[in-house]
């Protein structure tokens, strides 16, 4: 795994800089959110969708179900003959920032070029728009400048619409999600884009390999699903993903375009909560057919053919994934779980010797759990496992194998509700296939060791 | 309103005939007739009015209020109190209360200042009306906590300054008025409500004196006693 490459060594190095990077961008969780917005719009404090920010609650489930739309503030209106509403348009915008500065410390350099430490100020800096747009469509839109790549870009974006019924007794919130990253728009923190931990450094290696459903398609597709919730227990969703760059040209865009989806990605999710007393439990399952033209591999080589008739390698994600929940006023408690499998058949890959393998698969599992003390003080812990097929040619590690092992502890302080501070420590005991010398230079997977501590508002 | 006016004037849409020269001509029965007819169209309005009323707290119950406090106010989650079958002026009274900010626990500034705030006075008479006519969730008690509640609930405890709480909320916990159902709510509602006055931050000169005393046991015994869960 390479890290910011600070030299001039050529095109190829560039190029293999900004593909590290890219896997970088694309492999490590999705930084998180908490909109304070939402609070100015409904006139709730944080801890009615919050356990503690991002992580949702029963009624947060609820709210986001509901496409945001949920407000308490005076609106300038518009009403036609039959009292049908034209415009509400709420007295405050529904704007919030966040930041994120951080300060990181690597076990060991990643190559002679780079240094251990990076500190990061701001790590990131976010613009919102979180709230209504009329009764029935709201919108988590968030704008993003990123400190390491030093751009600022759309990030995690779902806008909805969302109504309710009444059948026979029971209740129905349904709706219709457009977004741009598969499981940005999921109600449960089980699931990639919401899965603890919700932050980590700019500076963290991630394993090469990961599934297409886990974030590597974050910001780069755009997919609509339709969805039902019943009775706030039993959900329902299916929808299609294209890429964002589908069409656009190396002309157009500068670049060559990799990942893209050929046709529609169909993308489904159920799940069943059930909650009692203080407690509530979910149970679910997801997946994603993709199959992408010019596929990149973990090994960082890329198909580049013409978007008109290239192969495809297709990803076949299946999840399952659950969630438990005791939530009072002193105890916050979240443990969950996640585990996927990704077939992977290498049309594309396969015959442009980029492959070993005409087709591999990567397992990925993790469990996580946190508690707070009113919603003050908490810690976190989690462990996270990927391992897949032998293939040295795709998986571009020294022992063939994709598997990475690492685990990692948190300690949190929230002066305030929407002030997080954070002190995260993340050991590997196996990275890209191997725990020593993994990359047949001597490196360790405890090298990529890494302790950080950061300070997260938003408002 | 009448049910039967509603029906009447929902389905027959009465039909008012009002003729000019029975006003102008003094015809007594003419004029009966009139007034008869006037009655009756104040009266059908009334009765769309409190229908429209009911169907938009129906509405709200549903689309709002059930997010927490559950379907026709039968919460699932012990963190919001069951509203099903509560009394209406209870409820009118504590909705007021957050609005103008009078009622400020925790829970009561977390979450219903907020949803509270636009609320109007025909709004809150309509859903008090609408939660209090839901059928109520019983109590369901059991064991030796839930006895030692009974006997606190019924007698109190003179040692403490504890009157028996069935003198006023009702000798089955139904309530009364402003004075609130308890019997099947949450027990950790209970007793956090019951915590909330001892330490005054729930606003409520008769419930401060009744609970200053109050020891933990106590406070978890009763609540045990009239709750459903």
Same mark, same amino acid.
């Given at each position: 795994?390479?890290?910011?490459?600070?030299?001039?060594? @050529?095109?190829?190095?560039?190029?293999?800089?900004?593909?590290?990077?890219?896997?970088?961008?694309?492999?490590?969780?999705? +930084?998180?959110?908490?909109? !304070?917005?939402?609070?100015?719009?409904?006139?709730?404090?944080?801890?009615?969708?919050?356990?503690?920010?991002?992580?949702?609650?029963?009624? @947060?489930?609820?709210?986001?179900? $509901?496409?945001?739309?949920?407000?308490?503030?005076?609106?300038?209106?518009?009403?036609?003959?039959?009292?049908?509403?034209?415009?509400?348009?709420?007295?405050? !915008?529904?704007? $919030?920032?966040?930041?994120?500065?951080?300060?990181?410390?690597?076990?060991?350099?990643?190559?002679?070029?780079?240094?251990?430490?990076?500190?990061?100020?701001?790590?990131?800096? /976010?613009?919102?728009?979180?709230?209504?747009?009329?009764?029935?469509? @709201?919108?988590?839109? +968030?704008?993003?400048?990123?400190?390491?790549?030093?751009?600022?870009?759309?990030?995690?974006?779902?806008?909805?619409?969302?109504?309710?019924?009444?059948?026979?007794?029971?209740?129905?919130?349904?709706?219709? /999600?457009?977004?741009?990253?598969?499981?940005?728009?999921?109600?449960?923190? /089980?699931?990639?884009?919401?899965?603890?931990?919700?932050?980590?450094?700019?500076?963290?290696?991630? !394993?090469?390999?990961?599934?297409?459903?886990?974030?590597?398609?974050?910001?780069?597709?755009?997919?609509?699903?339709?969805?039902?919730?019943?009775?706030?227990?039993?959900?329902?969703?299916?929808?299609?993903?294209?890429?964002?760059?589908?069409?656009?040209?190396?002309?157009?865009?500068?670049?060559?375009?990799?990942?893209?989806?050929?046709?529609?990605?169909?993308?489904?999710?159920?799940?069943?909560?059930?909650?009692?007393?203080?407690?509530?439990?979910?149970?679910?399952?997801?997946?994603?057919?993709?199959?992408?033209?010019?596929?990149?591999?973990?090994?960082?080589?890329?198909?580049?053919? $013409?978007?008109?008739?290239?192969?495809?390698?297709?990803?076949?994600?299946?999840?399952?994934?659950?969630?438990?929940?005791?939530?009072?006023?002193?105890? +916050?408690?979240?443990?969950?779980?996640?585990?996927?499998?990704?077939?992977?058949?290498?049309?594309?890959?396969?015959?442009?010797?980029?492959?070993?393998?005409?087709?591999?698969?990567?397992?990925?599992?993790?469990?996580?759990?946190?508690?707070?003390?009113?919603?003050?003080?908490?810690?976190?812990?989690?462990?996270?496992?990927?391992?897949?097929?032998?293939?040295?040619?795709?998986?571009?590690?020294?022992?063939?194998?994709?598997?990475?092992?690492? @685990?990692?502890?948190?300690?949190?302080?929230?002066?305030?509700?929407?002030?997080?501070?954070?002190?995260?420590?993340?050991?590997?005991?196996?990275?890209?296939?191997?725990?020593?010398?993994?990359?047949?230079?001597?490196?360790?997977?405890?090298?990529?060791?890494?302790?950080?501590?950061?300070?997260?508002?938003?408002? | 309103?009448?049910?039967?006016?509603?029906?009447?004037?929902?389905?027959?849409?009465?039909?008012?005939?009002?003729?000019?020269?029975?006003?102008?001509?003094?015809?007594?029965?003419?004029?009966?007739?009139?007034?008869?007819?006037?009655?009756?169209?104040?009266?059908?309005?009334?009765?769309?009015?409190?229908?429209?009323?009911?169907?938009?707290?129906?509405?709200?119950?549903?689309?709002?209020?059930?997010?927490?406090?559950?379907?026709?106010?039968?919460?699932?989650?012990?963190?919001?109190?069951?509203?099903?079958?509560?009394?209406?002026?209870?409820?009118?009274?504590?909705?007021?209360?957050?609005?103008?900010?009078?009622?400020?626990?925790?829970?009561?500034?977390?979450?219903?200042?907020?949803?509270?705030?636009?609320?109007?006075?025909?709004?809150?008479?309509?859903?008090?009306?609408?939660?209090?006519?839901?059928?109520?969730?019983?109590?369901?008690?059991?064991?030796?906590?839930?006895?030692?509640?009974?006997?606190?609930?019924?007698?109190?405890?003179?040692?403490?300054?504890?009157?028996?709480?069935?003198?006023?909320?009702?000798?089955?916990?139904?309530?009364?008025?402003?004075?609130?159902?308890?019997?099947?709510?949450?027990?950790?509602?209970?007793?956090?409500?019951?915590?909330?006055?001892?330490?005054?931050?729930?606003?409520?000169?008769?419930?401060?004196?009744?609970?200053?005393?109050?020891?933990?046991?106590?406070?978890?015994?009763?609540?045990?006693?009239?709750?459903?869960?």
């Amino acid at each position: 795994m390479m890290f910011r490459a600070k030299t001039n060594d @050529g095109a190829m190095l560039k190029f293999a800089a900004a593909s590290a990077g890219l896997v970088l961008a694309i492999l490590l969780p999705q +930084q998180a959110k908490a909109v !304070p917005s939402y609070a100015r719009q409904t006139g709730l404090a944080c801890e009615a969708c919050h356990t503690v920010f991002p992580q949702l609650t029963p009624f @947060g489930r609820v709210f986001k179900a $509901s496409g945001y739309t949920l407000s308490n503030t005076s609106k300038v209106q518009d009403v036609d003959s039959l009292k049908h509403y034209l415009m509400s348009l709420s007295d405050t !915008p529904p704007v $919030s920032v966040m930041a994120v500065a951080s300060t990181s410390s690597m076990a060991k350099a990643a190559d002679s070029q780079s240094s251990k430490t990076s500190t990061d100020f701001p790590q990131q800096f /976010s613009v919102f728009y979180a709230g209504s747009i009329s009764e029935n469509v @709201g919108a988590f839109a +968030q704008v993003t400048y990123d400190d390491q790549s030093g751009t600022v870009g759309i990030d995690n974006t779902d806008i909805r619409f969302a109504d309710v019924a009444t059948l026979r007794g029971h209740t129905v919130i349904y709706g219709l /999600s457009l977004n741009n990253n598969p499981t940005v728009q999921d109600l449960w923190n /089980s699931t990639a884009a919401w899965g603890q931990p919700f932050l980590t450094s700019p500076v963290m290696a991630g !394993p090469a390999a990961s599934t297409r459903i886990e974030g590597a398609m974050a910001q780069q597709v755009a997919g609509l699903s339709g969805y039902a919730f019943l009775d706030q227990s039993i959900y329902a969703e299916a929808g299609v993903y294209r890429s964002a760059l589908q069409g656009a040209s190396v002309a157009q865009n500068g670049n060559l375009s990799n990942n893209v989806i050929s046709g529609v990605a169909p993308y489904w999710r159920i799940a069943y909560e059930a909650d009692w007393g203080q407690n509530s439990w979910e149970l679910g399952a997801s997946g994603l057919d993709a199959a992408l033209q010019n596929p990149t591999t973990p090994a960082l080589g890329a198909v580049n053919a $013409s978007l008109q008739a290239a192969p495809t390698d297709r990803f076949d994600d299946i999840g399952l994934d659950s969630q438990y929940q005791f939530i009072t006023d002193d105890s +916050q408690i979240t443990v969950a779980g996640r585990a996927v499998r990704e077939d992977q058949r290498l049309n594309a890959s396969y015959p442009a010797g980029l492959a070993g393998r005409p087709s591999n698969f990567i397992d990925s599992e993790n469990l996580v759990a946190s508690y707070f003390w009113r919603r003050k003080i908490g810690a976190s812990i989690g462990v996270f496992n990927v391992n897949g097929s032998s293939d040295a040619i795709y998986f571009g590690s020294q022992s063939g194998r994709p598997d990475s092992s690492w @685990g990692n502890v948190e300690v949190d302080y929230l002066p305030w509700l929407n002030v997080k501070l954070g002190l995260q420590y993340t050991a590997y005991a196996k990275f890209n296939g191997a725990t020593s010398n993994y990359n047949g230079a001597g490196r360790d997977a405890s090298n990529n060791n890494l302790i950080f501590g950061y300070l997260w508002y938003a408002y | 309103m009448h049910p039967t006016i509603i029906s009447y004037s929902a389905i027959s849409g009465t039909p008012i005939n009002i003729e000019p020269d029975a006003v102008q001509g003094g015809n007594l029965k003419n004029a009966l007739s009139i007034l008869a007819g006037l009655s009756l169209c104040v009266a059908s309005n009334s009765a769309i009015a409190a229908d429209d009323q009911t169907a938009a707290a129906a509405s709200t119950v549903t689309k709002v209020c059930q997010n927490c406090h559950g379907p026709n106010g039968d919460s699932t989650s012990a963190t919001f109190p069951r509203l099903n079958g509560q009394q209406a002026d209870y409820i009118a009274a504590q909705l007021k209360n957050f609005r103008d900010h009078s009622r400020s626990d925790a829970h009561a500034m977390a979450y219903m200042w907020g949803m509270a705030s636009q609320l109007s006075d025909a709004t809150i008479d309509g859903l008090a009306k609408y939660l209090s006519s839901q059928k109520p969730t019983l109590a369901q008690s059991g064991g030796e906590l839930a006895a030692e509640g009974r006997s606190i609930y019924l007698n109190g405890v003179a040692a403490n300054n504890v009157p028996a709480c069935g003198a006023c909320h009702g000798p089955k916990g139904e309530g009364n008025s402003v004075i609130p159902r308890l019997a099947g709510q949450h027990a950790s509602y209970l007793k956090s409500q019951l915590e909330a006055f001892r330490s005054l931050s729930r606003a409520n000169d008769v419930m401060h004196a009744n609970t200053k005393d109050m020891t933990d046991s106590e406070i978890e015994a009763v609540s045990s006693y009239l709750a459903n869960d």
